[in-house]
Nanobody, 117 residues
Framework: QVQLVESGGGLVQPGGSLRLACAASGSISSMYVMGWYRQAPGKQRDLVATIISGSTNYADSVKGRFTISRDNAKNTLYLQMNSLKPEDTAVYYC????????????WGQGTQVTVSS
C-alpha cells in the first residue's frame, strides 16, 4: 500500500514561486510513474507533469515555468512552480501509478495553490 502526502501549497502573488512536495510511504519502485495533477473549481482534474526514470513530461500550459523532480533517497516528489499566474490556482494532487498493475494507482489528499494579488 502506498500513501502520498502533499505539502507546500499556499497563497502567492502573480509572478511568484512555490515548491510542492509529495512524501511517499510504502514501496515506490521504478515501475511507477509519478506525477502532479490539478483541479480548479468546476473543472476536471488535469495533468500538470509526470516523471519516470528521469524522463519528464509537462502540460503545455506549464512548460518553461514548472519543474518536476524526484528524490529517490527521500521517496519524495517535487514540483517547482515559477512565474505563477492566476490561472494556476487549483488543488494540486500527487499521483503514483504502476505501469503494469492498473489497480495500483494512488492519490494524495491535495494541496491548495492560490495565485492572487
Amino acid at each position: 500500500q502506498v500513501q502520498l502526502v502533499e505539502s507546500g501549497g499556499g497563497l502567492v502573488q502573480p509572478g511568484g514561486s512555490l515548491r510542492l512536495a509529495c512524501a511517499a510511504s510504502g514501496s515506490i519502485s521504478s515501475m511507477y510513474v509519478m506525477g502532479w495533477y490539478r483541479q480548479a473549481p468546476g473543472k476536471q482534474r488535469d495533468l500538470v507533469a509526470t516523471i519516470i526514470s528521469g524522463s519528464t513530461n509537462y502540460a503545455d500550459s506549464v512548460k518553461g515555468r514548472f519543474t518536476i523532480s524526484r528524490d529517490n533517497a527521500k521517496n519524495t516528489l517535487y514540483l517547482q512552480m515559477n512565474s505563477l499566474k492566476p490561472e494556476d490556482t487549483a488543488v494540486y494532487y500527487c499521483n503514483a501509478r504502476n505501469l503494469i498493475f492498473a489497480t495500483m494507482n494512488y492519490w494524495g489528499q491535495g494541496t491548495q495553490v492560490t495565485v492572487s494579488s
